[in-house]
Each structure stands twice: as C-alpha cells, then as structure tokens.
C-alpha cells in the first residue's frame, strides 16, 4: 500500500511539474495560416490581421515580429496582452502580381510555442489587371 501511494505522490508531482503556466497565445486562423485566396492589385490594399488570444494566466508580450521579405509591414501590439483578452497583428502585402508564400515570425514570450517564437503565414495570388 505504501508502494502505491509514494507512486502516486510521484505521478502527481511530476504532471504538476510539467504543466505549463504563463501566457499562451492562439491564433483564429487554422493552422496559423492567412489566406488571401485570388486578389486583385487594384482591387485589394493587401491590409490583413492575425487576431488572438491570450489563454494563459499571465499577460504575454509580443517583443518582435519579421517578415521573409521586405514586402510586409506589420503593427504589433505595443502594450502587454493580458489573460482572456485580444490582440492583433496587422500584415500589409505590397500587392506584387504573382503567388504570395510568405512567412512572419513572432517573438513573444508565449510558454506554448518553443522559445516563444511563432511562424505566421499567408498565401494567395495577386491578379495584376483585375
């Protein structure tokens, strides 16, 4: 008997040991992916936002955010995210005719994702004369 409760007193402090706590972050979007589907360049000003949430119990900081290219500006939240609230991320395409692959990362201090750092990406087509 004395077996099973010292195996037991260990299984409960190991999974408490391991729970994460801190600010977490949830993107709406699946898969962490903005789709623009077919746009038109004069039609579209390629003005998008990844919206989300904090679901931890301590307010998560969004330090830095990076594009693969130059063709992305982006706003971030300047202040802390407190737990249960919204943000977002506004992602500006420069519109270039062709397929847009692109990808943002997130620098954050986000306990669900590895070091806090996030990958976005957005995908679409840019129609030149629609």
């Known amino acids: 008997m004395k077996n099973i409760t010292a195996l037991l007193a260990i299984v409960l402090i190991s999974s408490l040991s391991f729970a994460q706590e801190g600010p977490k972050i949830e993107f709406k979007v699946k898969n962490n992916t903005l789709d623009y589907g077919i746009i038109s360049k004069k039609k579209d000003n390629g003005l998008r936002s990844f ?3 904090n679901t931890g119990d301590a307010p998560l900081i969004i330090t830095n955010v990076l594009s693969t290219c130059k063709c992305i500006v982006s706003n971030k939240p300047s202040e802390s995210i407190l737990p249960g609230k919204t943000g977002k991320i506004d992602i500006r395409y420069n519109m270039t005719p062709g397929p847009i692959r692109k990808t943002i990362t997130i620098e954050s201090n986000a306990v669900n994702y590895e070091g806090g750092i ?9 129609m030149a004369n629609e």
């Open 118 to 126: 996030i990958a976005l990406k957005i995908k679409g087509e840019v």
């Open 51 to 53: 919206e989300f949430t």
